[in-house]
């Protein structure tokens, strides 16, 4: 019973061993095809060292001829040795695939260089792995070198911050990274913001550290300080900062978007067709053979200069109307006065009627105002038309003098609390 349990043990053992030879990937089951990095083959054999510049992408091609059938075979490119590479991930790995006896199957991988790589050699390591067992792996020599030009905007801050309000200054400070070979001379910084029409432009050196005592060859740069004037006018929402740098002569350029908030200035949004109108009377009597007079006063409480076109309409022949003017153009924060007359025709009907006033802006009609005259018999009108006119003059003078005043309150009390904002930000 001892030695057939011994026998069964053996037999055992020697299956184990087996099933552990045939899951491990050798030399007896598939062998190295071609090898090419970014296009060119490699001489991994006569241990062949390729350059390779940082911050450039690695595309790998890795040929696999199988000589017996394969299952689940996985590829892996690695490289090791760069110091942060716990956030930088420097390896890649392809698909798996079943290999077929006698057919080369082609992976494809693919690394992104770092650019703060040291000068210095770097072995690719490519492993061709199964489930279990032990990998088969080759070793591709690669020296890094810096490449010639390399400029970078490694960071960009605002202030006050990524949102700003309308009238409000963007202070801009753009970091430059220099990974080349080579000292950057009058490199052009620009920050615009295109959807505004502003810009800020700076030039700058940016050297390079000295890449011989083994370190990384990056240097960094902090551009002066930028302002853009964001106008007051500005309608709020989200518009793109773009940063551009041009180096090498302005020949290479890098290119980078943000993203700012432009809070709308209640100061002057104060819409695009802003009219203040004031009527004294709005109702007067006037008798067969005189003439009723209306004043209208106009105010742009706009931010532009406007062009306001008034029109009167009677709504039949009992009367006629007539504008002083016809056409206005007002200043911002400017005011006229415009006088409508109308006169009773002989045939009126007594009683009460209807004008109706219209102010437009172009083809925009922005206000219409219904007027009434009470058409009475002679005599029963109140005043003549001069007395009436000069007394709706001092009338609409006060109103605008209110509108004035009230203007002013409003203005001042924006301009302290925008003060009020200003000192309790910070700027760097």
């Given amino acids: 019973m001892s030695k057939k349990l011994l026998n069964a043990m053996a037999l055992f053992l020697v299956s184990l061993l087996a099933v552990s030879m045939v899951s491990a990937i050798d030399s007896t089951q598939v062998?190295?095809?071609?090898?090419?990095?970014?296009?060119d083959v490699i001489d991994v054999e006569n241990g062949e060292r390729i350059a390779i510049e940082e911050g450039e992408p690695l595309q790998i091609k890795v040929g696999l001829r199988a000589l017996q059938d394969l299952e689940d075979v996985e590829v892996e490119a690695e490289i090791s040795g760069y110091e942060y590479s716990d956030y930088e991930n420097l390896e890649d790995s392809a698909h798996v695939e079943d290999l077929e006896a006698d057919t080369t199957e082609y992976f494809n991988l693919a690394i992104d260089l770092p650019k703060m790589l040291d000068r210095d050699e770097y072995?690719?390591?490519?492993?061709?792995?199964?489930?279990s067992g032990a990998a088969l792996s080759e070793e591709v020599r690669l020296y890094v070198e810096p490449t010639r030009h390399g400029v970078d905007i490694a960071d960009v801050a605002f202030s006050p911050g990524s949102s700003v309000k309308a009238g409000r200054s963007l202070l801009a400070t753009v970091l430059l990274?220099?990974?080349g070979d080579k000292h950057e001379k009058d490199v052009k910084v620009t920050v615009a913001i295109p959807a505004l029409g502003v810009s800020a432009t700076e030039f700058v050196d940016v050297v390079s550290m000295d890449a011989d005592n083994g370190f990384n060859n990056v240097d960094y740069e902090d551009v002066p300080e930028m302002f853009l004037q964001v106008p007051a006018t500005a309608a709020a929402g989200q518009y793109d900062v773009v940063v551009n740098?041009?180096?090498?002569?302005l020949r290479e350029m890098v290119t980078k978007t943000y993203k700012l908030n432009v809070v709308a200035n209640e100061m002057f949004q104060t819409g695009e067709d802003k009219l203040v109108l004031a009527v004294g009377p709005e109702s007067q009597s006037v008798a067969f053979g005189q003439t009723a007079v209306y004043g209208i006063a106009l105010t742009n409480a706009g931010a532009t200069s406007k062009a306001y076109i008034l029109e009167a309409v009677t709504g039949g022949d009992w009367a006629?109307?007539?504008?002083?003017?016809?056409?206005?153009?007002?200043?911002p924060g400017k005011n006229k006065?415009?006088?409508i007359q109308v006169t009773p025709t002989a045939g009126?009907?007594?009683g009460e009627h209807l004008v109706s006033l219209t102010v437009k802006s172009s083809d925009e009609v922005l206000q219409t105002i219904a007027l009434k005259a009470n058409v009475v018999a002679g005599g029963e009108a109140a005043g003549s038309g001069v007395s009436l006119r000069n007394g709706l003059e001092i009338a609409l003078i006060v109103l605008v003098v209110l509108l004035v005043i009230i203007g002013l309150i409003v203005g001042f009390s924006r301009l302290k609390k925008d003060r009020n904002e200003d000192e309790e930000q910070t700027y760097y």
Avoid: H, P
Avoid at 31 to 39: A, P, R
Avoid at 245 to 249: A, E, I, L, T
């Fill in 245 to 249: 740098v041009q180096y090498d002569d």
């Fill in 123 to 131: 072995w690719l390591r490519l492993r061709v792995m199964t489930k």
């Fill in 31 to 39: 062998e190295w095809g071609t090898i090419k990095i970014n296009g």
């Fill in 348 to 350: 009126a009907v007594a």
């Fill in 337 to 339: 006065v415009v006088y």
């Fill in 177 to 179: 990274e220099n990974y």
């Fill in 320 to 331: 006629t109307a007539t504008l002083s003017e016809s056409l206005v153009v007002l200043e």
